[in-house]
């Protein structure tokens, strides 16, 4: 079979490997469509060893499943199916209190196990969710990154979320954008280096946006909301400087979100958060029932993305990678379909 593969550091190339063969409990899924994602790209900048070759990465996918394994039921095969990007051992402490996201044993494709950059890939038949007959393969394999952005709905649904702020206007920030809107009612004011991709968040319903080189964001958020700040700030880039941004943006009692993965190690103003009783969470992953809802909120079109998502063919994912590493004001989510 034909993949888009990592064989070492800064390297890249489409490689012939062998297909491969379900074991117990799983199935082979031929892949329809894989999205690209933000994290896939900063590891292979950053020769990350989080995701060490050699490898075929690839967390986003849906397809067609073609073979199954032992103790797998097959009536699944020929099924249309969306699979979720990790998988959970469902006997740890975590799964057993509901959080099978956090999973202390968690394996995710394209980093513990071979990804979707590929023409087929083996998935366990427990993280599979049915794929929508009305849904385009495009659409379908980004169930995941908006089930991040329910993921950060449903985590802050103990707050008011009348106002908030995303920073970054890239996939993942997108996603949260309009899941806010659409689950919560949120004015969104979105902030992004770009105003290419500002103008998206607007057409996807942003109330404001703020190119944030030319901008002080507490600031501005302090005049949109009569001095208050807002409720919510989803940090969707993740570096040191939009982390310590989005807690400054805040109201007293608001929450700032991280789930973007940009930097690590920091430095913050620790009575920014203690005296005003400003709350930071962290943010990682979906529940699989998050990507049921994604999948149907994008099948009612209550989401959308067809308007900013480019699809490639997988022959051409080598170019399409390295453009997207620095990508222009349209470059902002690619899907390769093999």
């Not at 979707?116 to 366990?124: C, D, G, N, S």
């Not at 190690?265 to 005296?275: A, F, N």
């Amino acid at each position: 079979m034909k993949a888009l593969y990592y064989p070492r550091f800064d390297a890249l190339c489409i490689e012939e490997l062998a297909a491969p063969t379900p074991a117990a409990g799983e199935v082979t899924v031929r892949v329809a469509a894989c999205g690209l994602c933000g994290s896939e790209l900063e590891s292979f900048k950053n020769r990350s060893p989080r995701r060490q070759p050699p490898l075929v990465m690839g967390h986003e996918f849906c397809g067609v499943v073609d073979d199954v394994g032992a103790g797998v039921d097959r009536s699944l095969l020929g099924r249309r199916v969306v699979s979720n990007s990790l998988v959970p051992c469902n006997r740890c402490v975590r799964c057993t209190r509901g959080d099978t996201h956090l999973c202390a044993h968690r394996q995710i494709f394209g980093m513990h196990r071979a990804g979707a950059f590929a023409e087929r890939v083996a998935v366990p038949a427990d993280v599979l969710l049915a794929w929508p007959d009305d849904l385009p393969a495009s659409a379908a394999c980004l169930a995941e990154p908006l089930g991040n952005g329910i993921h950060v709905v449903n985590l802050t649904r103990h707050l008011p979320a009348a106002t908030a702020i995303v920073i970054g206007a890239g996939p993942i920030g997108l996603m949260c954008q309009q899941a806010l809107q659409t689950l919560r009612g949120t004015r969104v004011m979105v902030a992004d280096l770009s105003a290419g991709r500002l103008a998206v968040a607007t057409r996807l319903g942003a109330e404001r946006t703020l190119v944030t080189k030319d901008a002080d964001l507490p600031s501005e958020a302090r005049a949109w909301t009569d001095g208050e700040g807002v409720d919510l700030v989803v940090d969707a880039a993740g570096s040191a400087t939009t982390k310590r941004l989005s807690i400054a943006a805040l109201r007293p009692g608001g929450a700032a979100v991280w789930i973007g993965l940009h930097g690590d190690k920091m430095e913050i103003d620790s009575y920014q958060v203690t005296l005003p009783e400003r709350q930071i969470l962290g943010t990682y992953a979906a529940k699989k029932e998050e990507l049921a809802e994604a999948l149907e909120l994008m099948r009612t079109g209550r989401v959308e993305v067809a308007s900013w998502v480019e699809t490639a063919p997988l022959e051409s994912a080598v170019g399409v990678f390295h453009r997207m590493l620095s990508p222009g004001d349209a470059d902002i989510k690619a899907v390769f379909t093999p």
